[in-house]
């Protein structure tokens, strides 16, 4: 079965703090993609970043970067310096087998 | 990046009718459109996959007679919710892979569309 595991319901951060939030997935196939993404109250899925299977290091678009080990099945998500627009729910996916399977998400404050 | 639109944004209807909503990739072709339902305070869950040219696919549990999905073109996907009831006021979200990119990264969602059925 194709899993997503998003264990933290809720984080608080300190503003310009760096926070992680933790992903797991399972999957049974070879190439798949690993995405993060923001969706703040307004609904829409803001894309934050994106790991392939095959690529050797880790991915980072500006403040956020995705740690990959593959061995552990993990693609936990890094903010740094965060800031109080940062403030959202954060859903880790995967795409494998042609979908998307996506975690319960992370609901991200950021304290002043 | 590529813009993936969704009409209408926001919808209330009456117990009883029917709602369509669209999503159409603007600057891309999709051969394959992805429709999702969002609960409030939960998690995106995939409906169907929509299929230029042939039937969607539905997942598990959802009723392919009440959510009719038709994918006419390489940019036009619709969803129809037939005799809508209050429990299915829901968050709707299509998402669309570019065609062309032979990246798994190539994947865009709309902006979604707030169903209120009343």
């Known amino acids: 079965a194709q899993k997503i595991t998003q264990t933290q319901p809720g984080m608080f951060v300190q503003e310009k703090e760096a926070v992680t939030l933790d992903c797991t997935y399972d999957?049974?196939?070879?190439?798949?993609?690993l995405f993060w993404y923001k969706q703040p109250s307004s609904g829409e899925m803001i894309f934050l970043i994106y790991q392939g299977s095959y690529d050797q290091q880790n991915a980072t678009e500006g403040r956020y970067s995705l740690n990959f080990q593959k061995a552990r099945k993990s693609a936990n998500l890094v903010i740094s310096a965060s800031q109080l627009g940062d403030s959202a729910m954060y859903f880790c996916a995967s795409y494998n087998f042609n979908k998307f399977y996506f975690g319960s998400g992370t609901k991200l404050n950021v304290k002043p | 990046g590529a813009v993936v639109s969704q009409h209408p944004s926001w919808v209330i209807c009456k117990s009883g009718t029917s709602v369509k909503i669209e999503c159409r990739s603007l600057d891309f072709q999709a051969t394959t459109m992805f429709w999702y339902r969002q609960f409030p305070k939960q998690s995106l869950m995939l409906m169907a996959t929509?299929?230029?040219?042939?039937?969607?696919?539905?997942e598990q549990g959802v009723e392919k007679d009440k959510f009719l999905i038709n994918h006419a073109s390489l940019t036009l996907s619709t969803l129809t919710v037939t005799s809508a009831h209050p429990e299915d006021s829901s968050f709707y979200i299509c998402?669309?892979?570019?065609?062309?990119?032979?990246?798994?990264?190539?994947?865009?969602f709309g902006p979604g569309t707030r169903l209120t059925v009343l």
């Open positions: 929509s299929n230029e040219g042939s039937k969607a696919t539905y």
């Open positions: 998402s669309a892979r570019d065609r062309t990119s032979g990246s798994l990264r190539e994947q865009f």
């Open positions: 999957t049974s196939d070879p190439s798949y993609g």
